[in-house]
Each structure stands twice: as structure tokens, then as C-alpha cells.
């Protein structure tokens, strides 16, 4: 079968990766690709958002499935015109895809169906957020309300920083139409987890744990980026911590979508904290994380294609979901400056070092081709990831493997894992 991923990061180059190794695949494209995933798939000059020329695409090639990697064009209902033109689509449609695309209505309806997560308040209006600060509970979480690359939350220690970050989301539209609308949420503490899940509209399937680490800079500090590395299993994902979701969370939610007459159909991802009042939802993402993908797809043992066709098909529940009992370290290698101001078009080297050892992987995230030599286009640039039997091996081989990749701007933390040590 002929494939098309739609999508440019280190998830698109992870889903890829996987796909590459199905026995159901003849043919990948990814439109538009980057350096990295050409290796396993066509790339093609056609962006997420441009859906009339996916759509054509698909049907002159004779696409027989779209894997649609982003939040961007689920959101923007790409799945469903795939599915008008009579083309068979892995995501949510856009009604579903609401569950990522706006923080209000994900909150909402875990209030309304009873699913736990933190206090709130949505505010389409300035002055009512900032009436409302008058009287918060310090520190809180500003959010605003739709789509902003990972980037659109605040964490305000004072009123004063809260009111400026009100500002920053509502008046000076720092996010864009995002910040139309925003969550007030109480400040909730304790251990972050993500879990991807497999969902086909009526069964969900858990794949494992990870844990991403969002601040730009060692010991959680600086801005939040879209990622500087992940790790998976989390240790802090107890039995009882999934026995707890499994209950009041996973299926609560697909339930809900279903209830409310939006159908599920893809990948839910699950923001939790784990606080000392039980598990709580943070957030919720229609599709892959970026860079979770990264350390969960690796470790999957079935074959994506079969999974992904069930999800479709509505019979997830026929198929026995399985990861490698090991680990899972990704390392994001950035452009220094990310995620405010960068140079691009620095040539990289080290990539052949991935060849010679197994269990290493180099994701692309932001690069292309300048000539033959592959230069960085991005502030994410690489996630390397490497296995091991536990997550300190994982962790020391994905840090030595950086060192085989050399750019002249090279930013990392060096603390990705740490974590780790403390369970």
C-alpha cells in the first residue's frame, strides 16, 4: 500500500520510521517532509495547511492511507476532506480534534462528565480575566485557548505577572486568534506523565508511559519550548496510578467524545499530574507527541499500519497493543536561542554514527537539504534517541550520542532523565 504522512518534525520522522517497517507498505510520502525522513519516505513540497493540494495528491497517487502527524490541520479538519474525496484517514475528524483545539471545550467537558483535572475559569473577555485575577490564589496557570506550538501557557507567581500575562495572551495576541479566548486554572503540583493512546471511536488502547520536560533550560527553567526531551517508561506511572485512569480518565473521555456526538477516531494523548490528591488531566492532544513519539514509537512491537487500520475501522479492540520491555531516552539537540531567536542554515555532521549502532536513533525535527549537505532549519533540530534495558542505560547512551552530532549552534539540556534518579 501507497502511505502519506503529513507533517515536518521528529514526530512525522518517528511515525516514518515505523511505517517504514511494516510489511503492508510499498510506498511512503511526506508532505513536506524534512532532510531526515527522506531517507524512508518522498517528500513532497505541499504544507500541512495547503488541504486542496493534499487532497489532489492523494488521489492522483492513489493514496490508499493519510497518517496526519499535526495538531494544525486536525484542528483545521484535514481528515475530513480526505475522507469526502474517498480517502481513508488516520486522525480525528475536526469535530473530535476540538479536544486539542480548544482548552475551554476540553475543560468543560471533563467538568460536565466528570473526569478530574484542575479548577477553572474560561474568559473571552480581558477585563472579566482580569476582575477575576483580583481575588485568585496564587500561582496560577493562564492557557490560552487554542493552538500555540506548546507554547501558549503561563505560569504566574503574582497577580501583577498574571495581569501582564493576560496582556501577553488577550491584548497583545502574542499567540494569535489562540488567545481569543483563555483558561484560568488553579496551579496543580506533583509529577508530570504523558500517555499516548490508540483510540477507534469506541475502545482505547494505552501505549507506555513518557515524561517530556517543556522548559528550555536545565532544572526546568527558562520559556517553555515544544519540547527538549523525553523519557519513557515513567517510572512515577504506577499500577495503581493506570488502574486510576483506566477508571476515571480513558474511557471516561472517548466515552464522552462519543456521548457528545464527536466520535474519536486516532490518537489521544494525556497531559496528567500527579498530584496528592489522585491523578488529574493537564491537557489533552489530538495526535502524537513531539517528542514523545519519539521515545514511545520505538518501543512498539506491533506493526503501526495494523494498529492504525484498526483505530480506523473501529476493531482496536482485536488487536493486543505491546511494548519492548526496556527504555526509551530522547535528547532534543536545538538551535541556541530557541525558542526566541536563532540562525538557520548551520551545517550538521554525525549522522553516519547512527548506522554503525543499533538501538540509536537520530529524529529530524528541523532540517533540509542545502545541496547535499543537510543544514538545520529550525529551533528544535534532532531528537537522538537511544534504548536500553533500564532508563539511567537509556539515558547514558541517548547523552553519548549526542556528542556524534555536530553543529556549529548546538544547544541541549543536560538534564533530560534526571528525574530518573530521584524514583
Not at 524512508?40 to 513540497?45: D, H
Not at 487532497?55 to 484535514?78: A, T, Y
Not at 474517498?86 to 475528524?93: E, K, L, S
Not at 550538521?348 to 543537510?374: L, R, S
Request: proline letters at 3%.
Amino acid at each position: 500500500m501507497k502511505v502519506l504522512i503529513v507533517g515536518s518534525g521528529g514526530r512525522e520522522h518517528a511515525i516514518a520510521y515505523s511505517v517504514s517497517l511494516s510489511d503492508k507498505v510499498d510506498k511512503i510520502y511526506c508532505a513536506p517532509g524534512n532532510a531526515g525522513i527522506s531517507e524512508y519516505a518522498e517528500c513532497v513540497a505541499i504544507s500541512a495547511m495547503e488541504f486542496d493540494k493534499l487532497v489532489d495528491f492523494s488521489v492522483e497517487n492513489q493514496i490508499d492511507l493519510v497518517i496526519v502527524g499535526m495538531d494544525d490541520p486536525l484542528v483545521g479538519g484535514l481528515v475530513d476532506e480526505l475522507e469526502a474525496a474517498g480517502i481513508r484517514a488516520f486522525g480525528p475528524r475536526k469535530n473530535a480534534a476540538i479536544l486539542e483545539g480548544s482548552k475551554a471545550f476540553s475543560k468543560d467537558l471533563m467538568k460536565k462528565y466528570n473526569i478530574p483535572t484542575a479548577g477553572y475559569e474560561n474568559f473571552d473577555n480581558p477585563e472579566a480575566a482580569l476582575d477575576y485575577l483580583e481575588t485568585a490564589k496564587f500561582p496560577i496557570v493562564l492557557k490560552a485557548d487554542g493552538l500555540a506550538l506548546g507554547k501558549g501557557v503561563l505560569i504566574c507567581s503574582t497577580l501583577e505577572e498574571a495581569k501582564e500575562g493576560v496582556k501577553t495572551i488577550m491584548l497583545d495576541k502574542q499567540f494569535g486568534d489562540s488567545g481569543n479566548a483563555m483558561v484560568i486554572e488553579e496551579f496543580m503540583t506533583g509529577r508530570e506523565v504523558s500517555v499516548l493512546s490508540f483510540v477507534d471511536g469506541k475502545t482505547i488502547k494505552t501505549m507506555t508511559s513518557a515524561q517530556d520536560h517543556k522548559r528550555a533550560k536545565d532544572g526546568d527553567q527558562g520559556l517553555n519550548t515544544g519540547g527538549m526531551g523525553t523519557f519513557s517508561p515513567s517510572p512515577f506511572y504506577t499500577k495503581e496510578v493506570e488502574d486510576f485512569c483506566n477508571k476515571y480518565v480513558y474511557q471516561a473521555t472517548v466515552d464522552a467524545m462519543r456521548a457528545e456526538g464527536r466520535e474519536f477516531k486516532g490518537i489521544i494523548f494525556f497531559g496528567l499530574m500527579l498530584t496528592s490528591e489522585g491523578p488529574k488531566v493537564l491537557e489533552y492532544n489530538a495526535r502524537f507527541g513531539d517528542p514523545e513519539a519519539q521515545v514511545v514509537l520505538p518501543r512498539m512491537k506491533n506493526d503501526i499500519i495494523e494498529v492504525v487500520e484498526a483505530c480506523i475501522d473501529g476493531t482496536l479492540d482485536q488487536i493486543d497493543l505491546q511494548f519492548e520491555d526496556n527504555a526509551a531516552v530522547c535528547v532534543v539537540l536545538a538551535s541556541d536561542g530557541y525558542p526566541v531567536a536563532y540562525e538557520k542554515g548551520i551545517p550538521i555532521t554525525g549522522f553516519e554514527e547512527f548506522k554503525k549502532h543499533e538501538g540509536y536513533y537520530c529524529f529530524h525535527a528541523g532540517t533540509k537539504f542545502d545541496g547535499d549537505q543537510i543544514v538545520t532549519n529550525g529551533g528544535r533540530v534532532l531528537g537522538i534517541t537511544a534504548k536500553g534495558k533500564d532508563l539511567k542505560e537509556a539515558r547514558k547512551n541517548a547523552y553519548a550520542a549526542t556528542e556524534w552530532i555536530q553543529f556549529a549552534n548546538k544547544y541541549m539540556r543536560n538534564d533530560i532523565g534526571k528525574a530518573i534518579d530521584e524514583a
